[in-house]
Each structure stands twice: as structure tokens, then as C-alpha cells.
């Protein structure tokens, strides 16, 4: 277990509506990333929060937003809903610093938009 | 661009047949590579992490190896339990906020 829990697990929403995803980061890690991994393909980056602001960005419409809290939860928000949305969204927890470390990962939520 | 790749797409061995994976990455600037595991409906479990050409890193049957332009993921001996998707993933020297992943190598070990 990473200690990086994601909710719901699963969820299934209608075309044009609108949903947010939670994250919770390890112990001890100041930033959340989330990733988009449809069936048969690697996670693709969405974005990245930092000390609560977005720091970094994939090549994702701004449909896609997401929010960062004091205790380094965070929330995926994805508005008007389509069919290709549907896929398996993930949250990594990392530590930025001067170092450097790897990225741990939530079991992710399946979203099957329809 | 930067780009990471790995083959094959699938690979089916025999229990004890021992085999690699290959990731090759084109990026400007190498911080570190990562290789992962994923089983299905399951997020990706880290296992790796190699920072310079010429490094190894071994964890049971695996053994990850990095050069300038592609790591490997050896298998010895696998087990079924070793059946899963791997992944492998750079970031980049300019931009660490984020990991660049491959498409994955589907294993899977028959008894």
C-alpha cells in the first residue's frame, strides 16, 4: 500500500454533466499529480499541484481544473463531460524539493461517462 | 520531442523462461527513470527508479539496467505472479514536474 487513496473507485456519469475526483497524497509529500489512462495506453500527465497552485500542465482543454488544499489533498474537477473522458484517472504523490523522488500512486478511479 | 517507447507490446513466457523489456526514451535531458508495475484496474506500483547510464537496480527476478538511450527490465526465472503491465517513465532534466510514460509491456507468465 502507497498510502495515496483516491475516491470513489469507480463511477459512471452522463455526457455533458460534470464530476470531481479526491485524492489523498502519502505522508510527508507536498505535491499531487494526476494522469489520464485510457484502456491499452500509458498514464498521460494532466497537471500537477504545488504548494496549492497548479505547476505544470499536459495538453489537457481547461474543462480539466483541479484544486490543491492546505494538507496536500487534492481534486480533479472535469466539466462537460465526453464520451473519451472515460478512462482511469490517477493521483501520485511526490516530495518537491532540492531532491528528487519517485512518484507513488493511488488505485485510481475508473470513470465511464455514457 | 520527448518520447519514451517500449517493446514488445506483449510478451508470453513460461514459467522459468527468463526474458527483458526494453524502454528506450529521446528526451533532452535525462533526470531519472522509473519502471512500474501495474496489475489490471490497479494504479501503477513503483519499483525502480535509475539515475545515470550504467546504473542497475535488482528487486527479486528483477533487474533494471539504464544506458544513454534505453533501460531494461531483466526477468530470471519469472513466476505467474509476475504476470502485469510494465511501465517505465522519464522525467526530464528541464521539466521535473512531470513523468513522460510508455505505452507498457502486457506480461504474462503461463505455469
Known amino acids: 500500500e502507497t498510502g495515496v487513496t483516491q475516491s470513489p473507485t469507480h463511477l459512471i456519469k452522463t455526457r455533458g454533466q460534470q464530476v470531481t475526483l479526491r485524492c489523498s497524497s502519502q505522508?510527508?509529500?507536498?505535491?499531487v499529480s494526476w494522469y489520464q489512462q485510457a484502456l491499452g495506453q500509458g498514464p498521460q500527465f494532466i497537471f500537477q499541484?504545488?504548494?496549492?497552485?497548479?505547476?505544470g500542465r499536459g495538453n489537457f482543454p481547461p474543462r480539466f481544473s483541479g484544486l490543491q488544499f492546505p494538507n496536500y489533498s487534492s481534486e480533479l474537477n472535469v466539466n462537460a463531460l465526453e464520451l473519451d473522458d472515460s478512462a482511469l484517472y490517477l493521483c501520485?504523490?511526490?516530495?518537491?524539493?532540492?531532491?528528487?523522488?519517485?512518484?507513488?500512486f493511488g488505485q485510481g478511479t475508473r470513470l465511464t461517462v455514457v | 520531442e520527448d518520447q519514451v517507447t517500449q517493446s514488445p507490446e506483449a510478451l508470453r513466457l513460461q514459467e522459468g523462461e527468463s526474458s527483458s523489456l526494453n524502454c528506450s526514451y529521446t528526451?533532452?535531458?535525462?533526470?531519472?527513470l522509473f519502471w512500474y508495475r501495474q496489475d489490471p484496474g490497479k494504479g501503477p506500483e513503483f519499483l525502480f527508479t535509475?539515475?545515470?547510464a550504467g546504473e542497475e537496480k535488482e528487486k527479486e527476478r528483477l533487474k533494471a539496467t539504464l544506458t544513454k538511450k534505453e533501460s531494461f527490465l531483466h526477468i530470471t526465472a519469472p513466476k505467474p505472479e509476475d504476470s502485469a503491465t510494465y511501465l517505465c517513465?522519464?522525467?526530464?532534466?528541464?521539466?521535473?514536474?512531470?513523468?513522460?510514460f510508455g505505452s507498457g509491456t502486457k506480461l504474462n507468465v503461463k505455469p
Open positions: 501520485a504523490s511526490s516530495t518537491r524539493g532540492g531532491g528528487f523522488t519517485e512518484a507513488f
Open positions: 505522508s510527508g509529500h507536498n505535491t
Open positions: 499541484y504545488y504548494r496549492e497552485e497548479e505547476n
Open positions: 528526451v533532452s535531458g535525462l533526470r531519472g
Open positions: 535509475l539515475y545515470s
Open positions: 517513465a522519464v522525467q526530464i532534466a528541464y521539466n521535473f514536474n512531470k513523468f513522460y
